[in-house]
């Protein structure tokens, strides 16, 4: 059996980003993720890593994008205002088609807001959250397990289409301590292929060039119709999600993260009571997991939206729907987390006596 | 026929866009030069500015990485610890590393990073037409400063070079020119020397060099010549700056 732990989510993520081969960390102090760079300062330093504590959260995106341009697997971390900062950087990743990994552990916001945790990034997130036409792959673990699987399949995603992959945690996971299985071997990064488009020296081939701008007439045009492309390709094929007890259900509990665990335990108190309601836990926030959505609008009648912010998930479920479902909104901004009795009451209000 | 002189094999062969008399093109040609003939030109990587030099991804032969405004040193210090076999210059305009990447240069010279910085200041901004720059000289016009900076309302310029050696950090720092042949020789020597510097992991490098912007300035590529010399040089004196070579010794 695989070696078992008992973890800080954020000290799990350290551990799952080195067993992704991940030999690079530049990042800024920030509540909740102070885990995160306090470990990998200590880690990177045994197993020959680099470990930079930069300036800014800004300088710390563009000390990313230059170790991944130079074909090495790289991650940051931050919190909310941290990330606001790192947007100019991942536009240009993004732009550049260079592969990182930016983890946000949410806290609340807007502007200083608080340390408590939030899903009030969701927007920021799956909407590219910087200039320009892009999207970042973005993934939304539940516990510490995830947080130590997540990275690998971070980086794997973002290698395989060239683009950004965001794990978007909150406060709450980060500082919660659960058991993790090391589960999967870890990644010797001299193992992985090097990159045909890396910066390394151009000797004995042609030298290449990493930007994110082309000035010629219709150029740029072209190039973000071929990044539209790649696009629909991981529309197409990287949703993920889970499902539990959605077959016969009357309401389906539609939430990612933190959410997605309470209202796990919501589910359970409503099953027992005889109500049918189900779970729909998104893995992936970009791509948005639509089809399954669309799928279970034809047949279940109510979705309920559970969401840490006053609402931001809960449009890209009225768009998979097209809205042919009727759709209801538990949200807690600001720091606020929702109980399962809190939950519960909202599914007992919807569906009333059809238990 | 023999040809006894050509286009160094550290520039591509993609025509140059700059303006008649500006200085960008005989630094081009300097670090081209030194990239073959410190044989290094197929284990560097550049990094090119936001400005009038952002094409310089498209002059030097060699790898090249297009950052956001400012944030060069930044690239560089993921490139360089990640690559650390790699030789990685910075090349950056006044806007560029005097106004927008203020930070990054403070901290990538306070880190000691061991990459070669190239600091064209030229007083203004060329490429968005002629504004202030943080190195416009007080009372120098702009098209953001018609009368002249006021310092009043608009402050007093930065000396880069004077700032950053005030930091333990940096090993080496130098400001140059390139209005005389005798200036162009010194650019030369001091650029090679911020090379060599990285080539054998002394730390951080940087060579200010003034830089003509006739464009920029409203002047003929003779005149501007004259004013670096008479006016520009005065403000920011040339020299050494930072040199730990010499305390090693």
Redesign the interface.
Known sequence: MAEKKLMYGNHAMVEGVIAAGC??F?GYPITPQNEIPELMSIRMNEIGG?F?Q???E???I?????????G?R?MTSSSSPGISLMQ??IS?IAG?DIPVLVVNVVRGGPGLGNIAPSQSDYYQATRGGGHGDYFTITLAPNSAQDLYEFPRLAFELAEKYRNPALILADGLLGQMMEPVEFSSKPIDPKSLPEKEWA??????RE???????DLKAGKLEVLNLRRAEKYAKIINKEQRFKTEYCDDADLVIVAYGTCSRVSDAAVKMARDKGFKVGLLRLITLWPFPMDVLGDMAKKVDNFLVVEMSNGQMIDDVKLATECRSRIYFHGRPGGGVPTPPEIYKRIEEVLGGAR | MKMIFGRPLGL?ETLQRYCPGCGHGIVHRIIGELLVKLDI?????GIAPVGCS?FA??YF????????HG?GP??????????P??IVFSYQGDGDLAAMGT??I??AAA?SENITVIFINNAIFGMTGGQMAPTTLPGMKSTTSVKGRDIGKQGFPIKVCEMLASLDGPYYLERCAVDTPRNVIRTEKALKTAFANQISNKGFSMVEILSMCPTGWGQTPVQAKKWLGEVMAEYYPLGVFRDLSKEEK
């Open positions: 030999r690079f530049a680099v930079v930069t300036e800014s800004i300088s710390a563009n000390m990313l994008f230059g170790a991944a341009a130079a090495k790289a100019e950087g240009y550049a910066l390394c020296g151009c000797k004995g030298r290449r060039v990493v930007r994110s701008y | 591509t030109r197929e284990r560097t990587i952002v991804d498209e032969n060699c790898d090249m990485i297009q950052p956001p944030r930044a690239i560089a210090t993921g490139l360089k610890r990640t690559r076999e790699c930070a990054e403070i901290h880190r």
